[in-house]
């Protein structure tokens, strides 16, 4: 990576969160469209993007920025023509619990930095902000009665209600913010919002992506599936979305919702298993009802403000102004879904429960043995394979294909 200032004709493009699932997608195509591109990350030396290159081998520079820190913001934005703003804080279904502050003070303080440092550099047009669709719902409440949930660029989020997650309301709110900064200031950039939904699709970062946790959980025959309808959209259209954004005047000011299309869970079941099942693979098809889920979910407070309200509830997406404004052609869902989990030869799908580090290496070094006695290749291995690796409550891994093989924590002998 260039860790000088990219000189040439073509607009420089910043993009935020560089190393992520869908900021690489963004730096892929403006690669290949004649960008130049500049992009943030928080430790140069952990990330490596040469592989999202298309052509000259300094198309991309990498400066370090983090949201909590106004070192470097100035500089990044530097001679920018264009700021996609893509870092931020994701909810996470491993790890730590995060708490309120843990996703508002970056994601706030975040894009105050950037807005600043916008302005003083008295280059940038344009900043496209990647949104969430959680900022565009009309919410209901956990009544299982009410029959939808409305998602429209008309309609911001009430984030006082209390089923409206941290990580919602921290977006919303940041939003907001970059759009009265720009009302307020005389110095005329455009800000434009990108709101993508459950975001799938091939994966070119090296991070395996939450949003893709969902369908990672479904190749686990033991997964409950409850009756949730999903809003989907391909990380390659969010990606046009944001390039076709910055040029497009029409998108001065606007909040586009990216979404192919909306699909109950157990139907996404159906859909994998139709098409994967006879390879091998074991598709959970087992549903949930309503009564087992709400008893499920009663201890926790988080899922039952958040996903409770979700439950049996249709939801409805207006996205029609992302195909009239932005030209972006959104994929079929089906192929979404497939794109998602297409994986080598060798059709093995993994699901690592709570291991520890010892555990992982020994799987590690069973997978390699397992998949070079077929072809003797690590790049092959590299470029073929997609780990699917989700955390589960029991200690336990599955190698799901064929054949199939368990691994299980040994249990200590009893003097």
């Known amino acids: ?51 999202l290159l298309t052509g000259d081998k300094n198309d991309i520079e990498l400066i370090e920025c983090d949201l909590n820190s106004d070192k470097n913001w100035r500089k990044a934005v530097e001679k920018c023509d264009y700021v996609i703003h893509t870092a931020g804080i994701l909810p996470s279904f491993r790890g730590a619990k995060k708490t309120q502050e843990d996703f508002l003070t970056p994601t706030i303080q975040g894009m105050q930095r950037i807005l600043n440092a916008c302005l003083q550099s008295r280059s940038v047009k344009k900043l496209v902000y990647t949104s ?40 919303t709110l940041a939003e907001k913010l970059a759009f009265d ?3 307020k200031h005389n110095y005329p950039f455009q800000v434009v919002s990108i709101a993508p939904t459950l975001t799938l699709g091939p994966v070119l970062a090296p991070r395996f992506p939450e949003s893709l946790s969902a369908i990672a959980l479904l190749f ?18 969010v990606a046009s979305a944001h390039i076709a954004a910055l040029t497009c005047d029409k998108a001065n000011g606007k909040r586009y919702l990216i979404c192919s299309d909306s699909i109950w869970y157990a139907d996404i079941a159906k859909y994998l298993h139709f098409e994967f099942g006879t390879k091998g693979f074991i598709v959970s098809q087992r549903f949930e009802p309503y009564e087992y889920f709400v008893k499920k979910t009663s201890d926790s407070a988080f899922i039952r403000n958040l996903v409770l309200p979700m439950y ?56 390699f043995l397992f998949l070079t006695r077929k072809n003797n290749n690590k790049n092959t291995l590299t470029n073929n394979i997609n780990f699917f690796v989700q955390i589960l409550p029991q200690r336990k891994a599955r190698i799901i294909g064929s054949p199939s093989v368990h691994f299980a924590k040994k249990k200590k002998k009893k003097n």
């Open 132 to 171: 969430t669709n959680g900022a565009m719902e009309a919410l209901p409440s956990a009544d299982p009665n009410t029959s939808c949930v409305f998602v429209s660029p008309e309609i911001w989020t009430d984030v006082t209600k209390p089923h409206v997650s941290f990580y919602a309301k921290s977006k």
């Open 220 to 237: 686990n025959k033991h997964t409950a599936i409850p009756k949730i309808h999903y809003s989907i959209c391909d990380v390659r259209d």
């Open 181 to 183: 900064f720009v009302a």
């Open 312 to 367: 049996g509830k249709l939801r409805v997406c207006d996205s029609k102004s992302t195909g009239s404004d932005l030209r972006v052609v959104h994929r079929p869902i089906r192929d979404v879904l497939f794109d998602s989990i297409k994986v080598s030869k060798c059709k093995i799908c993994v699901c690592i429960l709570n291991f520890d580090q010892g555990q992982i290496k020994c799987l590690k070094s069973f997978l």
């Open 1 to 51: 990576m260039a860790e000088y200032t990219i000189v040439g004709d073509m607009p420089l493009v910043l993009v935020t969160g560089a190393s992520g699932f869908i900021a690489s997608h963004i730096i892929q195509q403006l690669c290949s469209e004649g960008y130049r591109v500049r992009g943030t990350v928080r430790n140069r030396k952990k990330c490596d993007l040469s592989h």
